[in-house]
């Protein structure tokens, strides 16, 4: 099965087993411990001693800190032993499989089908400015 297909499936289950799409409500269902602090990136996941935690930077706005929760969620879930970092303006620009993987999760997580027929006829530049989510995760929601 490919990413897609499997990132998809995914979504689907957890958002029908936790009736959410919210990455932080996801995260507090599988026990996944993440924290706000002073962060040199955006955003870190961990794997540490058998546990998943992921960790936030305390400046980022809502939207920023959903969008990075989610991308660091896809880690958690995708990359369950990997160590990765999400470095604001290049993460969405990177060509690792782990951080686009972890792209795509967010785009699809975030960005639901019913999002998509809610916002139909709106301009890609207007979308993003009524979501708070940027203009590369939204293209790569609607490419794949």
């Known amino acids: 099965m490919n990413d897609v297909k499997r ?3 995914l979504i689907a289950y957890y958002r029908r087993l936790f009736d ?3 990455p932080f409500k996801i995260a507090d269902r ?7 602090g002073n962060c040199k990136f955006a955003g870190c996941y961990m794997f540490l001693k058998n546990h ?10 809502e939207a ?3 969008l990075v929760m989610a ?3 896809g880690h958690a879930i995708l990359d369950r032993k990997e160590n990765c970092y999400f470095i604001r303006n ?4 990177s060509m690792s499989k782990f951080e686009k993987r972890a792209n795509l999760f967010a785009a699809h997580l975030l960005i639901s089908d019913e999002m998509l027929t809610d916002y139909e006829g709106y301009t890609l530049e207007r979308f993003c400015a ?10 790569l929601r609607l490419t794949l």
Do not use: M, W
Request: net charge neutral.
């Open 130 to 139: 009524c979501t708070g989510y940027p203009k590369e995760l939204v293209e």
């Open 30 to 36: 599988l026990g996944i411990l993440y924290q706000f």
């Open 90 to 93: 290049k993460t969405l620009f």
């Open 52 to 61: 998943r935690y992921i960790f936030l930077s305390n400046e980022l706005i």
């Open 64 to 66: 920023e800190a959903k």
């Open 7 to 9: 990132i998809k499936r």
């Open 71 to 73: 991308h660091e969620l």
């Open 20 to 22: 959410t799409s919210d």
